[in-house]
């Protein structure tokens, strides 16, 4: 399986969820993401449409929004992580297109920088997700995901519905 991973807006590239995507994936693509350059979004689709989509983009935060988004114009599976899909501190709109893939949203219950009832409200309320999205996983953690429910999450969601 081809897998992308989009890091958070804090977070640094690479580390340990890359190092086990690594061991599980035949390719691994996450690249160091500077949120606030605006041709970020674009070089990204380029990318995908110069070289092929990925089997699965993952995102964290504001990495989350970006995969969401990404994922839309080529039908590629997503597993987002307290995806910043509002209160954004930069970037306040990516184009979205209409081929969804597998969605699986994690939403962290203690989060405090992406309150999850605004996100299930919005996925619940927004047609967009209403009807594209596979899975919402409420889970007993802060915004930034251990390395131990990463792995959990993607073995027991990804590996069972996506490979």
Same mark, same amino acid.
């Given at each position: 399986?081809?897998?992308?991973? &989009? ?12 190092? #086990? ?20 979004? =674009? ?21 989350? #929004? &970006? ?7 080529? =039908?590629?599976?997503?597993? $987002? &992580?307290?995806?910043? $899909? ?13 081929? #969804? ?27 967009? #997700? ?34």
């Amino acid at each position: 399986m081809k897998v992308w991973y &989009f890091h958070g807006l804090e977070s640094k590239v690479g580390g340990p969820k890359v190092d #086990f995507l690594k061991e599980v994936a035949t390719e691994v693509y996450a690249p160091e993401m500077n949120y606030s350059r605006h041709k970020l979004f =674009g070089e990204l689709f380029r990318k995908i449409t110069k070289e092929g989509s990925p089997d699965l983009i993952i995102g964290s935060s504001m990495g989350g #929004f &970006f995969a969401d988004a990404l994922a839309s114009h080529f =039908g590629i599976n997503v597993l $987002l &992580f307290n995806p910043a $899909l509002h209160s954004r501190p930069i970037v306040s709109k990516l184009p979205y297109g209409n081929n #969804f893939g597998k969605r699986f949203i994690v939403l962290g219950t203690e989060d405090k920088v992406i309150d999850y009832k605004v996100s299930l409200d919005l996925i619940r309320n927004n047609e967009a #997700f209403n009807t594209s999205t596979d899975s919402i996983l409420l889970v007993p953690m802060g915004h930034r995901t251990p390395l131990n429910k990463f792995i959990d999450i993607y073995n027991e969601n990804i590996l069972s519905e996506i490979s």
